[in-house]
């Protein structure tokens, strides 16, 4: 199993970089050549979600993706520091006109992930949160001379 990690400042033209990283790795993992697209976009769109909770409250902490390369399938991991409402704060209406559009913009974005990558998961709390999409990977083929 080999890991690529990186961290960029949560800043949005570092997105673009992690993006390029992203579709990097996952080709030499051999996911599909015609899933790169959906990789890109999906990695670009979770960071740039990361990105977002961080400067929305100030967070100068690093936002951190993980490419793991495992048997049969390839996971991207971003993670955030910033701290996530749960859903019974956020339907009280503590957080104000534009705590909420803030959150819908958060639900599009993950609506956007969903609809790109069929395997996702979406962790969050109070010390941050964790998107993981993975990618089933094709061996390479074999040569024989």
Known sequence: MATVELRFSAL?????????????????AGVDEAVLDEVRLAVGEACSRAVGLHQ???????????????EKQFS????????????GERASGAAGDDGEIEAEED???????SGLVDDVEVSAGEHGGLIRMTWPTTPPAVVLP
């Open 56 to 70: 929305s409250v100030g967070i100068t902490a690093p936002v951190k993706v993980s490419l793991i390369e495992e």
């Open 107 to 113: 639900e599009m974005g993950l609506a956007v992930i």
């Open 12 to 28: 949005p033209e570092h997105v673009r970089t992690a993006r390029l990283v992203a579709a990097a790795v996952a080709r030499r």
């Open 76 to 87: 991207i991991e971003v993670g955030d520091e910033a701290p996530h409402a749960t859903p």
